[in-house]
Nanobody, 118 residues
Framework: VQLQAYGGGLLQAGDSLRLSCVAS????????MGWFRQAPGKEREFVAH????????HYADSVKGRFTISREKANNTVYLQVRNLKPEDTAIYYC????????????WGHGTLVTVSS
């Protein structure tokens, strides 16, 4: 499985952003796609995930209401839409994937840096 995330950059507080993750290497039926982030000096944390089949979503409490995860099956892409960016959203954002039967996230992209200035 290959995951390529892009869409990061330097933004200002209050801006909106959409990150994309293009997945390849297999069919993703019965897989779950996720986004994680790692802020400077902090551990990587879960942001959101979506089931490939039904599009069922789940979010970390800290991002509910501002982040939206979605997927587009036709082009094997998972998106993370962020609105009202805050400086604390500054982080490297990673996309990840795992089988719905797996308990760990075993496929990771290289990440895309999002920097939010106040």
């Amino acid at each position: 499985v290959q995951l390529q995330a892009y869409g990061g950059g330097l933004l200002q507080a209050g801006d909106s952003l959409r990150l994309s993750c293009v997945a390849s290497g297999r069919t993703f039926t019965n897989w779950i796609m996720g986004w994680f982030r790692q802020a400077p000096g902090k551990e990587r944390e879960f942001v959101a995930h979506i089931t490939w089949n039904l599009g069922t979503t789940h979010y970390a409490d800290s991002v509910k209401g501002r982040f939206t995860i979605s997927r587009e099956k036709a082009n094997n892409t998972v998106y993370l839409q962020v609105r009202n960016l805050k400086p604390e959203d500054t982080a490297i954002y990673y996309c990840a994937a795992r089988s719905s039967m797996a308990t760990i996230w075993n496929s990771w992209g290289h990440g895309t840096l999002v920097t939010v200035s106040s």
